[in-house]
């Protein structure tokens, strides 16, 4: 199982990519609860330099609320991360990375089949969201 659905954008500044991930994850019912800019955290914690990288906390209450009503620990891996950084892989091009974690990952962590629906909800949703984006996937 891949730990994450993911594309690469091309040619797109990293405050747009990010705008434009909030978008599409809105599109899809979600809400960005928190934005962890771990950049900024790495450079004022440990003085050390790293590329552009934001997790966004993404919920959709809907789908969180069934979760929770199936096994109240599950809050634990909620919400669901969304992860925008920045391509190292090709640092002279302004390509993006945006990943989101598979929700599959709460049934195969828990061993709750009765998750099975919501995580697969949640997933067709991720993935459209990602998919919106327009950009390369490289990986699902």
């Known amino acids: 199982m891949n730990?994450?659905?993911?594309?690469?954008l091309e040619d797109i500044d990293f405050d747009d990519a990010v705008e434009k991930t909030k978008a599409?994850?809105?599109?899809?019912?979600?809400?960005v609860l928190t934005e962890i800019d771990v950049q900024a955290t790495m450079q004022e914690k440990l003085g050390e330099q790293?590329?552009?990288?934001?997790?966004?906390?993404?919920?959709n209450p809907t789908l969180?609320?069934?979760?929770?009503?199936?096994?109240?620990?599950?809050?634990?891996?909620?919400?669901?991360?969304?992860?925008?950084?920045?391509?190292?892989?090709?640092?002279?091009s302004a390509a993006v990375i945006v990943?989101?974690?598979?929700?599959?990952?709460?049934?195969?962590?828990?061993?709750?089949?009765?998750?099975?629906?919501?995580a697969g909800e949640a997933a067709v949703k991720l993935r459209a969201a990602i998919a919106a984006l327009g950009g390369r996937p490289t990986s699902d």
């Not at 599409?24 to 809400?31: D, I, N, P, R, V």
């Not at 790293?50 to 919920?59: D, H, P, S, T, V």
């Not at 609320?65 to 599950?74: F, P, S, W």
Request: charged fraction near 20%.
């Open 3 to 8: 730990i994450a659905i993911s594309t690469t």
């Open 24 to 31: 599409a994850l809105s599109e899809q019912g979600f809400g």
């Open 50 to 59: 790293m590329e552009r990288y934001l997790i966004l906390g993404a919920c």
């Open 64 to 92: 969180a609320h069934r979760a929770v009503g199936v096994m109240r620990q599950i809050g634990l891996l909620l919400p669901c991360n969304v992860v925008v950084r920045a391509d190292m892989s090709s640092p002279e």
């Open 99 to 118: 990943e989101a974690m598979n929700p599959q990952i709460m049934v195969e962590v828990t061993g709750e089949h009765a998750l099975e629906d919501v």
